[in-house]
């Protein structure tokens, strides 16, 4: 539904993005993560048409972006990570407003107004001045606003941010429900979030992918072996040793519980919880625990995206979930900032798709994204 092909943005010898490929098929959540700097909201902006690549091309559903961009916006739905808002409209008016920009007559408009309002929970604010709801409704009109003339493809960046923990949890399950509907593109900070909506995950860093797979195929290419934690009442002093000649177990070091705590560096293939079971019975210990320990997709991000040492090419594939890596990070540019050209990312955005004139610009709170650097 979603292709980026081979996208770079340069600043002069400034490196932004690098080179960055991907897709995203029909009704996939596909998440991006990244740390600040990396070059996220970048490549975001150049997806949504907002900044034109250095090289490189975007198309939707088959259509280049760019050059049939109309056309193709029609298609798209997009919240920016800063929402630029009227704030002295209504957000019922605006949403009215934002529906007939997207193209909307007649009863649609109503009808879209209405479900955009239900499914993002702005039916206690639709008749309040955009100006005086918390960050957390502003939030939400940004996303209302995004889903209005359903469109087939969804690029959300950091939708959660500023929402109460009642909020993310609503909202969390809006994004699973228009997953099931749509192409959805997901960027964020917050890894569990990563973990509890995304079918596959790209890790962006300076401005190349460094990784590209599901989260637990991620997890199985990037994190060392598998490990086997195990508690022992009073820490039996021939434990180590005992555990360390069990076959399938490479090391033993001392776990975060306490005495009696181990964690069994154990080989990939291997599963050495029946012998250590019976181990523990043969010596009459007292077996208080027994269980694997899952990798973080966190330990992964911090693996791929810390430069102590040169970060080797390696990563997870795509929907089949198999090991692969579309290139590693290192040379992209020194710095850690990316840039965009301000381009304005509120409600005029889509004025021209539907042939009518657009009010000025929005204040600017759309701001400059954290992977910029302003020009």
């Given amino acids: 539904m979603i292709e980026a092909h081979d996208l770079s943005r340069r600043y002069g010898d400034f490196t932004a993005v690098d080179g960055v490929s991907f897709t995203a098929a029909d009704h996939e959540i596909l998440g991006?993560?990244?740390?600040?700097?990396?070059?996220?909201?970048?490549?975001?902006?150049?997806?949504?048409?907002?900044?034109?690549?250095?090289?490189?091309?975007?198309?939707?559903?088959?259509?280049?972006?760019?050059?049939?961009?109309?056309?193709?916006?029609?298609?798209?739905?997009?919240?920016?990570?800063?929402?630029?808002?009227?704030p002295?409209?209504?957000?019922?008016?605006?949403?009215?407003?934002?529906?007939?920009?997207?193209?909307?007559?007649?009863?649609?408009?109503?009808?879209?107004?209405?479900?955009?309002v239900e499914r993002c929970m702005l039916e206690e604010v639709r008749h309040q001045i955009i100006g005086t709801i918390s960050k957390g409704f502003r939030q939400r009109v940004g996303l209302a606003t995004a889903i209005l003339h359903r469109p087939e493809v969804l690029v959300l960046d950091e939708p959660t941010v500023g929402l109460d923990p009642k909020q993310i949890i609503?909202?969390?399950?809006?994004?699973?429900?228009?997953?099931?509907?749509?192409?959805?593109?997901?960027?964020?900070?917050?890894?569990?979030?990563?973990?509890?909506?995304?079918?596959r995950v790209i890790i962006i860093d300076r401005g190349r992918i460094a990784a590209e797979g599901t989260p637990e195929s991620l997890r199985q290419s990037w994190v060392g072996n598998p490990g086997l934690r195990v508690t022992l009442k009073d820490a039996?002093?021939?434990?180590?040793?005992t555990l360390e000649q069990i076959a399938g177990v490479i090391a033993v070091r001392a776990g975060a519980g306490g005495p009696g705590s181990f964690v069994l560096e154990c080989d990939r293939t291997a599963d050495?919880?029946?012998?250590?079971?019976?181990?523990?019975?043969?010596?009459?210990?007292?077996?208080?625990?027994?269980?694997?320990e899952r990798a973080s997709l966190?330990?992964?991000?911090?693996?791929?995206?810390?430069?102590?040492?040169?970060?080797?090419?390696?990563?997870?594939a795509g929907a089949?979930?198999?090991?692969?890596?579309?290139?590693?990070?290192?040379g992209a540019g020194a710095g850690s900032m990316s840039a965009e050209d301000g381009a304005d990312a509120g409600g005029a955005s889509r004025a021209s798709a539907a042939g009518e004139a657009a009010p000025p610009p929005p204040p600017a709170a759309a701001g400059h994204g954290e992977d910029e650097v302003p020009s």
């Avoid at 990244?34 to 907002?50: D, E, S, V």
């Avoid at 609503?170 to 995304?198: K, M, W």
């Fill in 170 to 199: 609503s909202i969390r399950e809006l994004i699973r429900e228009l997953g099931r509907e749509r192409t959805l593109l997901l960027s964020t900070h917050i890894l569990p979030e990563v973990e509890l909506l995304c079918d």
């Fill in 272 to 292: 050495p919880r029946e012998e250590v079971f019976r181990a523990a019975v043969e010596r009459g210990w007292v077996l208080l625990e027994l269980a694997r």
């Fill in 236 to 241: 039996p002093e021939a434990a180590p040793a």
């Fill in 320 to 330: 089949g979930g198999a090991a692969g890596a579309a290139g590693a990070s290192g």
């Fill in 298 to 316: 966190e330990e992964v991000f911090v693996r791929l995206t810390t430069h102590e040492q040169p970060l080797e090419v390696g990563g997870a």
């Fill in 32 to 86: 991006m993560l990244g740390p600040n700097g990396a070059g996220k909201t970048t490549t975001i902006r150049m997806i949504t048409g907002f900044l034109p690549p250095t090289a490189g091309r975007v198309t939707v559903a088959g259509r280049d972006l760019f050059e049939s961009p109309t056309e193709v916006r029609r298609h798209l739905g997009y919240l920016p990570e800063n929402v630029a808002l009227y």
């Fill in 88 to 116: 002295e409209m209504r957000v019922e008016e605006y949403l009215l407003y934002r529906a007939r920009l997207e193209g909307l007559t007649g009863g649609e408009v109503r009808a879209a107004v209405g479900e955009a």
